[in-house]
């Protein structure tokens, strides 16, 4: 029975989220829109194809439909009863979106920022779930799919935008169409396919602040009416931006390449084939700031071995972007720290049209290779070092049938998918060499190999013309098979010295396999009702699920033990409206979920080892979110959107310390990288002129306060912390509430030729976005400062 405290702070909730909403909707209506260009005006903006007849403006000046793939086809996001938020590459280009990390500034409830240890890769949070590390063996709780191709893994994941068609960011569990590890909502990206229409291309040039030099080049060559090539290219440099005060190298540069060709072949009208290569390479040196020593922790904390640290972390406070790091005596040379990763992807999708539905093959091979050195504790002093190193691999193949029947009544999709991945995941942890005479390392090593298998049916029946039922089940079997090598090695040749965990012995180097199963069914149940031609309302019952795992980096405190699976079940109900002869949209969203083994990572230090365990906890969460556009003008237009969660433990029993069977709840524990209220807004003209076009974009991003480390003053204070330094990690470990402006004009000569000068983060707004905390120092990382530029670009 609910208790009436909790009703009134529900009530309040829904009464801030309501309010949220209302105060959305009244912006959208006296100021707000979304305006669209001609489709030749599209071309020219972005480089692309111009956009089908479905997705162009309305003759009457209205809105144009946004086409998205929630349910594996394309379809008119207002007709389907799913909360999405889409862009198209224009729209992306516009709001000065570079990478796939900056999305999130523009979709409500979602938050992304870069892993801790390694740039390169993403961690996502929607609706309460969130990935909070990037380990071989954790599985994402929002899932990514790049050509109907599930990316299992998010390392190679924050690249540069190219030749993008589309980016869709679907909401709440996506466990019957895109099936497991989509408890939180499924990121669905789309890039341009070959045309055989003419030939076509684009190359675009931008020079920036540190020396930004990004060049893109884009060719479409047909082959008759049967065949077509697709290439793209983009080189992507930056200088460093953090100086070290003792070596002058910089920091946080960027050192970018990506690639891809698509070939299309169309031996017959109801057949097509699309077979692909996509190459990224990333570089860069990347530094931590030292930002906290706590001299209380433990009486060896930091500030006894190296006092120096604490005058240290008070000069890189004052100066955020001059810091000192080292890796030496840890590594041979003393390298800077530094992250690489190389990936590739190969894929083939076919189509084939058949009198009862649309039939798809779709495969893809995919690796990722990854080494980088993390200065942890972002000092000069010795105190700690990582480095990692990754090799996976992943085969994926899915068979799928969409298709309508009983009069186009009834609308379907169903398929089987398989999912092979392998490979390994290698760190090594220095620490403290000055008190460590042996120059000892710990080893964590795991080779992964995992397969799973599913099965999935979604069907849509109109009852009425107006009421519509859905209703969609999904089996996934996940098979997870790991070998461990955790173990002591000396610095100097990694020569095994010791075994950590018990009963493992250096005679088969410390090895330990084990083997285990995670099955689940996912489901979707929900009535949509039309209103009116432009106002559907819905309501839906969505279960989830994600895959259970193996403890990569832990030692005795929990052994092997695996970690449970984690499934959500969310109730939703929805508005896709729109007003004035489509010249106003309003899209809401409201759910609660409970989340039943959310998973998360944590770092823990025991016996001096410091290592990394994941844990089962239970959440609940209410939010709601709001889309809203308006063209009040021809050619003006303004957008907004916003959300508010509220997620909380109901129960998380875990480790504190080096102790079992904690109540983590009691003592507070925090939620790592959810922030509660999140809102954007934007304003667009684009109009065409005697010599082309004029287009100006301003836009500004606010993300609200949230936590990025677990761990709270309740917990901090049962291993030992005064109540200050408790207070003063969880200070330091939350990022603050912060907007960020962002501003692009271009001027269009004619079809072929435009220039554009932009501006990111115009009022330099400079905060943490992710702080490491590893027992006696915390380090952090900031986002980038004020970015400006200029960008050519020339079409054929």
Known sequence: MLQPMGAVRRARVLKRGLAVGVALCAFATSNAALAQSSPEQKAAASGQEPLPPEQQPADDGGLADVVVTARRVAENQQDIPVAVTAFSGETLEKQNVLAFKDVAAFTPGFVTRESPNNPSAFILALRGQVQTDTLATLDPSVGTYVDGVYWSRSYGLNADLLDVRSVQVLKGPQGTLFGRNTTGGALVIETNDPTTDRITGMVQGTYGRFDER??????????????????????????????????????????????????????????????????????????????????????NGPAVRYPGSVTEAAANRANVDVTATT??????????????????????????????????????????????????????????????????????????????LLDDRLS?????????????????????????????????????????????????????????????????????????????????????????????????????????EFD????????????????????????????????????????????????????????????????????????????????????????????????????????????????????????????????????YIGVVGATLGVDKAALGARFDGLAKEQFSVAVDYDRPTSFGRVAVNVNYAWVGRYDTNPESVGTLLAVGNSPADAQAVVNITQKPAAGFLGARATLGFGDNFDIAVFGRNILNKRVFVHTLFVGDYASSIRNDPVTYGVTGTVRF
């Open 214 to 299: 990004i060049g893109t080049a884009v060719l479409n060559v047909p082959f008759g009416e049967v065949a077509a090539i697709r290439g793209a290219i983009q080189l992507s440099k930056r200088d460093g931006y953090v100086t070290d005060r003792v070596s002058g190298i910089g920091y946080n540069n960027r050192d970018n390449l990506t690639g891809r060709v698509k070939v299309l072949l169309q031996p017959a009208d109801n057949v097509r084939l699309v077979v692909s290569g996509e190459w990224f390479e990333f570089d860069q040196l990347s530094a931590r700031i030292n930002t906290l020593v706590l001299p209380g922790a433990a009486r």
């Open 412 to 516: 379907f999709a169903t398929g089987l998918v398989y999912l092979k991945e392998y490979g390994f995941d290698r760190s090594f942890s220095y620490a403290n060499v000055a008190s460590n005479p042996g120059a000892t390392k710990t080893r964590f090593f795991g080779e992964i190999d995992n397969s799973s298998i599913g099965a999935y049916a979604q069907a849509s029946f109109k009852i009425t013309d107006r009421l519509t039922a859905t209703g969609g089940l999904r089996y996934s079997i996940d098979d997870k098979g790991i070998v461990t090598r955790t173990g002591v090695v000396l610095n100097a040749n990694n020569r095994l010295v010791s075994c950590i965990t018990p009963n493992r012995s250096i005679a088969n180097d410390c090895r330990d396999q084990r083997q285990d």
């Open 520 to 651: 689940a069914i996912s489901y979707t149940a929900g009535l949509d009702y039309k209103l009116a031609d432009d106002v559907l309302v819905y309501a839906k019952q969505s279960r989830g699920y994600r895959s259970g795992g193996q403890q990569l980096r832990s030692t005795s405190t929990v052994d092997t033990a695996p970690f449970q699976p984690e499934i959500v079940n969310e109730q939703e109900l929805g508005l896709k409206s729109e007003f004035f002869d489509r010249r106003l949209r309003l899209n809401l969203s409201a759910y609660h979920n409970t989340i039943k083994g959310a998973q998360r990572s944590v770092i823990t230090q025991v016996g001096g080892i410091v290592q990394t365990i994941v844990e089962n906890a239970d959440i609940r969460n209410y939010g709601i979110e709001a889309d809203v556009a308006a063209r009040v003008a021809e050619g003006l237009t303004l957008s907004a959107n916003g959300s508010y969660n509220d997620p909380k433990y109901t129960r």
């Open 327 to 404: 890796t030496a005596p840890f590594l041979a040379g003393s390298p800077p720290p530094f992250q690489r990763v190389r990936t590739q992807t190969y894929g083939g999708t076919l189509s084939v049209d058949t009198g009862f539905g649309e039939v798809k093959f779709i495969n893809a091979w995919r690796r990722v290779t990854g080494a980088n050195a993390i200065d942890l504790d972002g000092g000069i002093a010795p105190i700690a070092l990582t480095t990692l190193d990754q090799d996976l691999k992943q085969f994926s193949s899915e068979l799928q049938l969409t298709g309508n």
